[in-house]
C-alpha cells in the first residue's frame, strides 16, 4: 500500500512522539575535549583560528577541566607544547613534559576525569613532522621506538588512555608490547587508526604549534580518495593490540566510521577537528549559520554514522545546551 494509506508524516507531527522514536541520540558523555598543555606560559592563551579555545598553562590546567567535568563531560585528551623542539622531539618522553605533569595535576585535581593523552611526536620536533627524519624522508621505525616510549611516560605519570595519532606502521604494537612489558597492560589504548592527510587541521598546528617545516605528511596519511585502505588499518591495528579506533576527520567521514563499525566489534570514535571548528564559528560570527543548531546538527550526524564517542571542540558547550544549562 502506498499513499494515501501510508503518511510518514503522521509519526513527525506530535513533538513527544517525535523525541520518543529519535533513532539516535547524543550525549555529553560520548564527548572528549582536547585541551592544549603548553610549558612557558603563566595564563590561557587564546588561539586566534580557533575562537574560545586556548593553550593552557600546566599549573592552570587544573580549573578548566573541573569546568568540563562539572558540565557533565567525561573526558579530555591532552596534547603538549614544549619550551624546546629538536629534530628527534626528546620532551615527547620527559618524565617532566607539559603533559606528563598535566596528567599528574589532573589526576589529582579531578581524579573522576578521564584522561587521555595524545601520542605523537610533531608538537615536539623541530621540523613539525611527526616522527624521526632523515634527509627529508620521515623514518618510520625509528620513529616508532621513540613513540613507544613516549606512551611509556604517559602511562607512568597516570594516563588513563594513550592514543598514538601518528600513522606510522607497526606502532600500536610497539606500544601494546612495551606497556604489556613495564606492567601496564591493563591501559586501553586509541589508536587513531584512519587518519587522513586532510585540509581541516590547519589550524590544529597553529594550536599545537606544530605545521611541517618542508613537505606534507601524505607519505605516512592516508589520501582523502580510500575507503578499503581504511578497513586494513583499522584491521592491523585491532591486531597489534588497540582496544578502540579513531577516525579522523569527521564530518566528511562518516563513510568510514560506519564502514568500520559495519566489518569490527570494537568501539569506534571521530575527531571533529579544528578546521570543522573553525568553519562553524566563523559561520556563526557573520551571521550565516546559527552555530547551536550546527553543532548539534553535525554531532548527532557522527553518531548516526556509528561513533561510539567524539573528541570534539564543542564537548563543553554540547555538554551545557544538551543539559540545558545556562551560557557561561
Not at 533513532?23 to 610549558?39: G, M, N, T, W
Request: glycine fraction near 10%.
Amino acid at each position: 500500500m502506498g499513499y494515501p494509506n501510508v503518511r510518514l508524516r503522521r509519526v513527525r507531527g506530535n513533538a513527544i512522539l517525535r523525541e520518543m522514536l529519535g533513532e539516535h541520540r547524543l550525549s555529553a558523555r560520548d564527548l572528549v575535549q582536547p585541551l592544549f598543555v603548553k610549558e612557558g606560559i603563566s595564563r590561557p592563551a587564546p588561539i586566534p583560528s580557533m575562537p574560545g579555545q586556548f593553550q593552557w598553562p600546566v599549573n592552570g590546567i587544573a580549573g578548566e577541566a573541573k569546568r568540563l567535568r562539572a558540565l557533565g563531560v567525561p573526558a579530555v585528551i591532552l596534547f603538549g607544547i614544549p619550551v624546546k623542539k629538536d629534530p628527534t622531539g626528546k620532551a615527547a618522553s620527559a618524565a617532566n613534559g607539559s603533559v606528563q605533569r598535566a596528567v599528574k595535576i589532573l589526576k589529582k585535581a579531578c581524579p573522576d576525569l578521564l584522561v587521555i593523552t595524545d601520542v605523537c611526536l610533531c608538537e615536539y620536533t623541530s621540523h613539525g613532522h611527526c616522527g624521526h627524519v632523515d634527509g627529508g624522508k620521515v623514518l618510520n621505525d625509528a620513529s616508532v621506538k621513540a613513540l613507544a616510549q613516549a606512551a611509556l611516560s604517559h602511562a607512568e605519570s597516570g594516563a588513563d588512555v594513550v592514543a598514538p595519532s601518528d600513522m606510522m606502521d607497526g606502532r600500536v604494537a610497539a606500544i601494546r608490547g612495551l606497556l604489556d612489558k613495564k606492567g601496564f597492560e591493563d591501559l586501553p589504548l586509541i589508536s587513531y587508526s584512519v587518519k587522513y592527510a586532510s585540509g581541516f587541521y590547519a589550524p590544529f598546528r597553529d594550536a599545537a604549534e606544530s605545521a611541517p617545516r618542508f613537505g606534507d605528511r601524505a607519505t605516512y596519511q592516508m589520501d582523502p580518495a580510500n575507503a578499503s585502505e581504511a578497513l586494513r588499518e583499522a584491521q592491523t591495528d585491532l591486531e597489534e593490540g588497540a582496544d578502540m579506533l579513531l577516525v579522523k576527520p569527521a564530518l566528511g567521514y562518516g563513510d568510514i566510521v560506519c564502514r568500520i563499525r559495519e566489518k569490527f566489534s570494537c568501539p569506534v570514535g571521530c575527531y571533529s577537528v579544528s578546521g570543522e571548528y573553525a568553519m562553524i564559528k566563523a559561520a556563526a560570527e557573520r551571521g550565516w549559520l546559527d552555530e547551536k543548531r550546527m553543532v548539534l546538527e553535525t554531532h548527532l550526524s557522527m553518531k548516526r554514522a556509528g561513533a561510539s564517542f567524539i573528541v570534539t571542540y564543542w564537548a563543553g558547550d554540547l555538554a551545557r545546551w544538551l543539559s540545558g544549562k545556562a551560557s557561561r
